[in-house]
């Protein structure tokens, strides 16, 4: 008698990410209960499955749904605003007052919907946030379906959301506690950067995430610049200053770090911290290069970010893990540098380790939730097809991306948004835009 199922998935390719380099042709996903029960050929997952919907992807790769590791979700309705300045530049003079005028409750709602459209859209089934407004990006996560960390932003001045760095932790905690038994969300510590949030502030949240055994995430090392200043300030590398204060560990999510010495590698190792890499943000706004394939080479654990859309400008993620293999190459001058494989991984279960939740997404592996990405690799870009995932990395984009699951829901089908009207969407998106514009006239 055939076991009853929820869904089966039959793929033309399978990419289970783990066990490494492996692709399996002709095979099917076995799904009950929003998690992944079995991966096995087609012809045996016929014969011991009944499933109670059955989906076949003929000319689809069937993946790890990807983790984008760093974003701002609501800056989407700035996509475009302010863009080819230095970094800055672009946040001080532009971005920070546009903040201060524009961004409320509504904003982040209507940015984090537009957001997450766009990242289901093009495969993302998890992605963790650093913004203004994290209550509403988290509302918008909990109703879309989609799977989030929402990173609380803590700086030590007046903003948007917050009075100051204290109101801002205690706000966060707050959020933090309304969504603790959660499924899909979690709320932790985000203090932005060392040059905005003092070490009072910084030692504060090393305890409270201590104690809670939950992810720091913070911007680090994303210029040249920003290192060079804090050793002018206080003599210290801004990853000395953390591990001081003791909050570089196995739990914190060094974003960009584009300016990393042997010190800071040395730092990152002993530590078990984890990379973001941000490779398009870091590229237009020119704050240099994430040495990322040195750092896994030396065992650091680096994950896949798209930042912000106002800096990158779209939330890709597919097309970020081409641009970081493509980068790696360049900055080494090694072609081998950072292959297709494991660009794949960085998107996938190296985000899920960074996050903390790789016991629970990341690869297909039974037990696993059924968080999935369906990519058609029909189309003539990516013919003659000699290597699936070569051709994921270095030909196929989000525009590719059919079907996309989170714990066996379908948030996209056959390119077309399940939980969000994508008409209304654009709708709220075009309003913001005429509204700041006619205030700039």
């Known amino acids: 008698m055939r076991q009853a199922i929820d869904i089966l998935i039959h793929a033309r390719w399978i990419i289970p990410v783990i066990p490494e380099q492996k692709v399996y042709e002709n095979c099917a996903l076995a799904i009950a209960d929003g998690k992944i029960a079995a991966l096995l050929p087609s012809a045996e997952a016929n014969a011991r499955y009944a499933p109670r919907e059955e989906v076949h992807l003929d000319r689809q790769a069937l993946i790890p749904g990807l983790i984008n590791t760093h974003n701002h979700a609501a800056m989407t309705l700035l996509r475009g605003f302010a863009d080819d300045r230095p970094l800055m530049e672009w946040l001080e003079e532009h971005i920070w007052p546009a903040e201060q005028q524009w961004v409320d409750q509504e904003f982040a709602t209507d940015g984090s919907r537009l957001a997450i459209a766009e990242m289901l859209r093009s495969g993302t089934t998890t992605f963790s946030d650093q913004y203004f407004f994290p209550d509403a990006t988290a509302a918008v996560a909990r109703e879309t379906g989609i799977r989030a960390q929402i990173a609380f932003p803590v700086i030590d001045f007046p903003t948007p959301w917050s009075r100051s760095g204290e109101d801002a932790v205690q706000k966060g905690l707050a959020l933090r506690d309304s969504y603790k038994a959660h499924e899909r969300i979690d709320v932790v510590f985000a203090p932005h950067a060392p040059y905005t949030v003092g070490d009072e502030t910084l030692e504060k949240i090393a305890v409270y995430a201590a104690e809670a055994q939950v992810p720091v995430q913070m911007h680090l090392h994303e210029t040249a610049g920003e290192v060079e200043r804090a050793l002018a300030e206080t003599g210290e590398r801004p990853t000395e200053r953390l591990l001081r204060l003791g909050l570089l560990g196995p739990q914190t999510l060094c974003v960009h770090m584009t300016a990393v010495n042997d010190r800071d590698m040395e ?9 973001v890499h941000c490779p398009k943000s870091n590229l237009k706004l020119a704050s240099g290069f994430c040495p990322a394939a040195r750092l896994l080479d030396a065992g650091i654990n680096v994950a896949l970010g798209t930042d912000g859309a106002a800096s990158n400008n779209g939330l890709d993620l597919l097309s970020e893990a081409g641009t970081a293999a493509l980068l790696a190459k360049a900055v080494s001058g090694d072609a081998s540098a950072l292959p297709a494989h494991q660009a794949l991984a960085m998107a996938t279960i190296n985000g899920a380790r ?17 968080d999935l990405t369906a990519i058609d690799l029909s ?18 984009s989000g525009q590719n991306v059919t079907d996309v699951w989170v714990a066996g829901k379908p948030l996209l089908k056959n390119r077309q948004l399940q939980t969000l009207n994508e008409a209304e969407v654009i709708q709220r998106a075009q309003m913001w835009r005429d509204r700041i514009a006619g205030h700039s006239q």
């Not at 730092?267 to 990379?275: F, M």
């Not at 960074?354 to 059924?370: H, Q």
């Open 267 to 275: 730092l990152l190792q002993q530590s078990g911290a984890h990379v």
């Open 354 to 370: 960074a996050l903390g939740i790789d016991n629970v997404t990341g690869s297909l592996e039974p037990g696993k939730s059924a």
């Open 379 to 396: 189309g003539l870009e990516q013919q003659p097809l000699h290597d699936p995932v070569s051709q994921l990395i270095y030909t196929a």
